[in-house]
């Protein structure tokens, strides 16, 4: 159960209660800027709604649990007060907040589907292929994967083919 006490001036004190915890929760509004702190005190659960009193030093809220109990809020700080506190304050009014609506389940998530294998790609005169992976523009290629590992012709260091017989840059004759 939650109340709400709210001056019009931006100021605003939520007060509820979660099993034996009391949360105390100030907000300050003004343009442009937003303030906000809360507090939790051991009190028990309430056994009544709270009552809140304007004190020439503050607020002054009046709970009912095991016990009654007394919370002075100045500025941004609470702290535990006796009745005597209220001398001759002010009632206000607090509203009652509706309870929080549960949030509903979340559906789980469908697992992701597995990429489609990459499509050969070709923009101008550059051309992209998986398996082997492969990319070519104009004259040059980029092999990657090949059946065949790149040869050089030991005695000059040319790239050769996996056909060739002979090295096309010096003639050596190669071994198949």
């Not at 300050?28 to 937003?34: D, N, V």
């Not at 709604?49 to 004190?55: I, R």
């Not at 790149?150 to 003639?171: E, K, L, M, T």
Request: net charge neutral; glycine share 8%; hydrophobic share 35%.
């Amino acid at each position: 159960m939650a109340y709400e006490y709210s001056d019009g001036a931006g100021q605003r004190l939520i007060l509820s209660n979660s099993g034996t915890q009391t949360y105390i929760t100030l907000t300050a509004s003004s343009a442009g800027q937003q303030q906000q702190a809360s507090q939790s005190f051991q009190t028990g659960s309430w056994t009544a709604p709270p009552e809140l009193f304007q004190t020439a030093g503050g607020l002054v809220v009046k709970l009912q649990a095991d016990r009654e109990l007394w919370l002075q809020i100045q500025g941004g700080r609470c702290s535990q007060v006796t009745a005597s506190a209220i001398g001759t304050a002010q009632p206000l009014t607090l509203r009652q907040l509706p309870d929080a609506q549960p949030m509903p389940p979340i559906t789980p998530m469908q697992p992701m589907q597995p990429m489609q294998p990459m499509q050969p790609m070709q923009m101008g005169n550059m051309s992209m292929s998986l398996e082997p992976m492969e990319m070519r523009m104009g004259n040059m290629q980029m092999r990657m994967g090949a059946a065949h590992p790149a040869r050089f012709c030991s005695q000059c260091g040319a790239s050769i083919q996996p056909d060739d017989r002979f090295c096309a840059s010096c003639g050596l004759k190669l071994e198949v």
